[in-house]
């Protein structure tokens, strides 16, 4: 059954510090996209990274970068030189299936990462 | 304006009352979702449409209906309201964009309506 984990419900990194947040999925298909988004505390949901299952390379995104293990099925989201302005929580999500497939997307419980100055 | 909007953005409720909460997209999108958001349970997918006969059922539809009006129109009820259904709620959309290599098929959401069921 399609599953997203995250384990870190709160991280605090010192202000230009790089950052990991840890995502792992489960699924038996061998397509799918996994998907990170941002939540500052004004609400909206940002749309950071895309991966793809098939996609040769890691995703990156200027300071975003998806750290993509696939034989491990995890999907971390590594942000570089953090700032303030990067508190917020963060999701990562996965469709099961190609894009172009009826396919529903799902959510971990996500990261509330705190930037210390 | 928004692409995605969401009506109401704020609404308080009493148990027992009907609520429906509106969402519509000007992105020409056929695929729309429900999601609500609790503290430390993340996103949950209520219900899903893929088109204007094709909805799904969610993680926790239970409680929920939903209708979709037109292809930009996705909106979800609460028939009788209870306050474990107080949460935030967003509408989604994505893109299916079959032969567009560059698409994610990323959700796109509206701003969220926060209703509170006393």
């Known amino acids: 059954a399609q599953k997203i984990t995250q384990t870190q419900p709160g991280m605090f990194v010192q202000e230009k510090e790089a950052v990991t947040l840890d995502c792992t999925y489960d699924?038996?298909?061998?397509?799918?996209?996994l998907f990170w988004y941002k939540q500052p505390s004004s609400g909206e949901m940002i749309f950071l990274i895309y991966?793809?299952?098939?996609?040769?390379q890691n995703a990156t995104e200027g300071r975003y970068s998806l750290n993509f293990q696939k034989a491990r099925k995890s999907a971390n989201l590594v942000i570089s030189a953090s700032q303030l302005g990067d508190s917020a929580m963060y999701f990562c999500a996965m469709r099961e299936g190609p894009y172009s497939s009826a396919s529903k997307i799902i959510f971990g419980s996500g990261t509330r990462l705190s930037i210390r100055p | 304006d928004a692409d995605v909007t969401q009506t109401p953005r704020n609404r308080i409720t009493k148990t027992g009352k009907r609520i429906m909460l509106e969402c519509s997209q000007t992105k020409g999108h056929d695929r729309m979702y429900w999601y609500r958001q609790d503290p430390g349970l993340g996103l949950r997918l209520i219900y899903y449409s893929f088109d204007v006969k094709d909805i799904n059922k969610g993680e926790i539809s239970d409680g929920y209906s939903v209708s979709r009006q037109a292809q930009a129109k996705f909106s979800l009820s609460l028939e009788s309201a209870i306050p474990n259904q107080t949460a935030l709620y967003f509408c989604a959309t994505s893109d299916q964009g079959a032969f567009d290599l560059a698409n994610t098929g990323e959700l796109f959401f509206g701003e969220g309506s926060r209703l509170t069921v006393l």
């Open positions: 991966q793809g299952s098939y996609d040769q």
């Open positions: 699924t038996s298909d061998p397509s799918y996209g």
